[in-house]
Nanobody
Framework: QVQLVESGGGLVQAGGSLRLSCAAS????????MGWYRQAPGKQRELVAV???????NYADSVKGRFTISRDNAKNTVYLQMNSLKPEDTAVYYC??????????WGQGTQVTVSS
């Protein structure tokens, strides 16, 4: 099995920055892609950003130009740098791992709260 450990959430004022981290460990796995999703109260979980096996990235339109996803392959860790945060970014952020050989996994979620 694979475990995902997230960190970096918290409370920040509008316009501020946060950096989320998600480290994958456990059984030997081959990463297909890693990404971040978020879920605000009363809303469905939505994709924020994903980084694919070859390094290609995709972002939700709402975060383009403000968020940056990156990955440290040696550490099996994915990061989400969030700048110019807005109150509407407030949500629980979940790390996602899609492997080629062991299926898909979710992190436990980390709360991001942006005050106006």
């Amino acid at each position: 099995q694979v475990q995902l450990v997230e960190s970096g959430g918290g409370l920040v004022q509008a316009g501020g920055s946060l950096r989320l981290s998600c480290a994958a460990s456990g059984s030997i796995f081959i990463i297909n892609n890693m990404g971040w999703y978020r879920q605000a109260p009363g809303k469905q979980r939505e994709l924020v950003a994903v980084i694919r096996r070859g390094g290609r990235t995709n972002y939700a339109d709402s975060v383009k130009g403000r968020f940056t996803i990156s990955r440290d392959n040696a550490k099996n860790t994915v990061y989400l740098q969030m700048n110019s945060l807005k109150p509407e970014d407030t949500a629980v952020y979940y790390c996602s791992l899609v492997t080629i050989n062991l299926g898909d996994y979710w992190g436990q979620g980390t709360q991001v709260t942006v005050s106006s």
